[in-house]
């Protein structure tokens, strides 16, 4: 049977922006109590299918009668604004943006380089990395230290210039460049830092093309050339792809993280007398602050069924990560940061053919971030009470401004 489980509009404006900083918006728990699935207003203008439930959002990413293509008409824009969507219009479509045979095209050639084996080479050299910036937050003589500027924006900037094969003469360079590009100074600033990194992407890529090395880059011209393929732009593009989908949202949730273990003692001091555990928690923190929420959104290109109902081609349907996240049918007292809950099946990540591509990635990067933070800096404790922090409540990624903490 089909039925219409909005039969009003549910008063939803977005963005939400979080009230409480562990917590999704309160507006989500009572729409997803009401239906798992609910038609809602769009800041942006517009009207658009909110999914809730944990069960309807992986029904809904998993099926390829939903579009990511976001130039289409009827998009449900809400996590962009009018100059990026403008930007995004003139490029070519990223992997993130495309659909069916063409997605798998431009997919399957780097999955070979986010598996657990590939990057159980990058190990030692993340391990590094995190040794660097920690040994350098104890040699400061001044407390408190901001963490994000600290540890949570250069180890992913410098982890992508190990898998770009950024030479190390330009890791300084580079990663002033990154943290500007997310960082709080002007439009202008930011713009700025972009258009830069975009010319020394495009330098690097050239640069590769003459003498291709073992690494992501070198792999990829070397089969493209085997091709006949050879596709400069479409590297640059997957470079900028990788540096912007990988930077930020590891960033935000290294620092997130951080958080969320230092405002539960014994859920910390599970993982630091045993890390073992620190794979468990890190699903677990990804699932309690699902820092992407919402930017797992979609376009119906048929007439779709999910749970009863039905999705009319031209819709446009936003994917909840945090509410489904949140869901109690799929994870038990959800406002609980377990970190033994073994949480794996979470949203944070997505689901379906667009689920993370650098997901082992950032597991491996926050794990080694946790661990060695904590054994090494034990008495670590954030300098301000905990709701004082500049939380980003309404940014399309979840995360923290600056995060002051001492020992
Ligand atoms: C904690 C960190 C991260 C989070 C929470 C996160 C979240 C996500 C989410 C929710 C999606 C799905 C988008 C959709 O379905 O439309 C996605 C896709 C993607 N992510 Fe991540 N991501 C993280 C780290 C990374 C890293 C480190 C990289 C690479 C260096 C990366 C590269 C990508 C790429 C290339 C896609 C597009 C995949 C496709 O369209 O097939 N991400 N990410």
Sequence with gaps: MTKNVAGELAGLELPVERGCPFAPPTAYERLREQAPINKVRLTSGGEAWWVSGHEEGRAVLADGRFSSDKRKDGFPLFTLDAATLQQLRSQPPLMLGMDGAEHSAARRPVIGEFTVRRLAALRPRIQDIVD????????????PVDLVQALSLPVPSLVICELLGVPYADHDFFQSLTTMMVSRTSLEGRRRAFAELRAYIDDLVTRKESEPGDD??????????????LD?????????????????????????????????????ALITADPGKTPMAVEELLRYFTIADGVTSRLATEDVEISGVSIQAGE???????????????????????VERGARHHLAFGFGPHQCLGQNLARMELQIVF???????????????????????DAVIYGV???PVTW
Excluded: Y
Aim: with cysteine.
């Design 132 to 143: 660097h910036f920690i040994d350098d937050m104890l040699a400061a003589d001044q407390r």
């Design 216 to 229: 992501l880059f070198g792999r990829q011209i070397a089969r493209q050339r085997q091709e006949g393929t």
């Design 232 to 268: 400069h732009a479409g590297l640059v593009s997957l470079a900028f792809l990788l540096l912007t989908a990988g930077h930020e949202t590891t960033a935000n949730m290294i620092s997130l993280g951080v958080v969320g273990l230092l405002s539960h003692p014994e859920q910390l």
């Design 316 to 338: 446009g349907v936003i994917v909840s990560g945090l509410s489904a996240n949140w869901d109690p049918a799929a994870f038990k007292d959800p406002a609980e940061l377990d």
């Design 371 to 393: 661990d060695t933070l904590f054994r090494c800096i034990p008495a670590l404790r954030l300098a301000v009470p905990g709701g004082d922090l500049p939380f980003k409540r």
């Design 401 to 403: 401004h600056e995060l």
